[in-house]
């Protein structure tokens, strides 16, 4: 019997020295970042949302994408990781990069009156990414029935993440952040 306790003592103290370095050795997530590459979604029918501008920004641990809405809280949208194609027509639109990043909002590119909000004069470059770290192209792909489309090119397929914030008033945006590794 004191043979049996003994040994379950020492196996129990060995495990206990043990499980501190089994956690120090798990690599910390790069920047705090632990958002993954599955598909974000939100919503699911367009509003009386529309869309005034697309925007990028550089951060210190990633890059960011920023459309901009007015008439209220975006109703919903889907970003992931797949061949993105103009909305209407589903032309194929090629994006520089390893990934190409589709995202989809369920937002108007005209007011109700039918003017037009955004149009990029250069659809295939809609914002300039020179010297990004991860992003490579953006690309508008048009909008149809209250859903737009933008091609977001990046250097590979990176976590990322998509959220919307609500205004000062009645606008809103849908930000997309890129990593700039795993």
Not at 38 to 47: E, F, I, L, S, Y
Not at 100 to 112: F, K, N
Not at 118 to 146: C, I, K, L, M
Not at 165 to 171: A, E, K, R, S, W
Request: hydrophobic share 45%.
């Amino acid at each position: 019997m004191t043979r049996l306790l003994r040994a379950m003592l020492a196996l129990l103290f060995g495990l206990a020295l043990l499980a501190p370095a089994a956690t120090a050795a798990q690599a910390a997530p790069y920047c705090g970042i632990t958002w993954g590459s599955q598909p974000k979604h939100a919503g699911t029918t367009a509003g009386q949302e529309y869309l005034t501008g697309i925007r990028a920004g550089r951060h210190a641990c990633f890059d960011r994408l920023v459309l901009d809405v007015r008439g209220g809280r975006i109703s919903g949208f889907d970003v992931r990781y797949a061949p993105v194609a103009t909305e209407g027509q589903g032309r194929p639109i090629p994006l520089r990069g390893a990934g190409d990043l589709r995202v989809i909002a369920d937002v108007h590119a005209t007011t109700p009156g039918g003017r037009v909000t955004y149009a990029p004069a250069h659809p295939n470059e809609a914002v300039d990414v020179a010297g990004f770290r991860t992003f490579r192209q953006v690309a508008w792909g048009g909008s149809f029935e209250g859903v737009s489309v933008v091609g977001l090119g990046v250097r590979a397929r990176l976590p990322f993440r998509a959220f919307v914030t609500n205004g000062p008033g009645d606008t809103s945006r849908l930000v997309v952040d890129v990593a700039h590794r795993w």
